[in-house]
């Protein structure tokens, strides 16, 4: 069985500092984890993906994640937050192979001047 | 190259009547999804369609929503009648099928019909 954990459902920065948004999984099988942003009004769209290749897995727009499979997390971070990352973030679980996805509850960022 | 489509982009209708979403997927794109997510809810899978054939519909909620995809192309999503708790904003998504087997499932989705009944 698959799941997938958002840790928070709201995350407050200032422009410029660090993000952190927290997603822990779980799964039987080799998960494929995926981020995907959606600003308002907008579809999903994908920021990174990790496929068992890599680890530290970068991203679009400066985010990275990095694969922890003894924590099961594959928290989202970026070193300076900017006024355009405001939006809903989506952890997303899928097994290798497979199709069927699991999101998590998603993390709504908001960006303060 | 153009992304995943939906329309409308908004519905409003009372309970009772019919509604039928629609999605047009990335060209060359064998797998359709259909999401929903339900106020302040996670986004749920619906169903998978490879080509036209339903691979997998256990999200869908209920006897009530039929989803196709004939010719393999556009698919549309109808709520029959449409109830109250089905209010929500449904995603839809594509992937590709390779000949080589699928190693992750990178979707791309539409920007959602947010459907409201009253």
């Known amino acids: 069985a698959q799941s997938v954990t958002q840790l928070d459902s709201h995350v407050s920065v200032s422009e410029g500092t660090p993000v952190l948004l927290r997603c822990n999984y779980s799964?039987?099988?080799?998960?494929?984890l995926f981020w995907y942003v959606q600003h308002p009004n907008k579809g999903l769209q994908l920021l990174l993906k990790?496929?068992?290749?890599?680890?530290l897995v970068k991203g679009i727009n400066g985010f990275e994640a990095e694969f922890k499979k003894s924590e099961t997390s594959f928290h989202l971070t970026k070193p300076s937050a900017h006024m355009s990352d405001a939006a809903e973030y989506f952890c997303v679980v899928s097994v290798i192979g497979g199709f069927k996805t699991i999101f998590g509850a998603g993390t709504r960022l908001f960006v303060k001047a | 190259e153009a992304g995943v489509t939906q329309f409308p982009s908004h519905s409003v209708i009372e309970k009772g009547q019919t509604v039928t979403l629609r999605c047009d997927p990335i060209s060359g794109h064998d797998n359709l999804y259909w999401y929903r997510r339900v106020m302040g809810k996670e986004i749920k899978f619906l169903l998978h369609?490879?080509?036209?054939?339903?691979?997998?519909e256990s999200g869908m909620p209920n006897n009530r929503f039929l989803a196709e995809r004939t010719g393999g192309t556009y698919s549309t999503l109808k709520v029959q009648p449409a109830e109250l708790e089905d209010s929500g904003v449904y995603f839809c998504a594509s992937s590709e099928l390779s000949s080589s087997g699928v190693k992750y499932n990178e979707q791309f989705f539409g920007p959602g019909t947010r459907l409201t009944v009253l």
């Open positions: 369609f490879v080509k036209e054939s339903k691979q997998d």
């Open positions: 990790y496929t068992s290749a890599a680890t």
């Open positions: 799964s039987s099988y080799s998960p494929s």
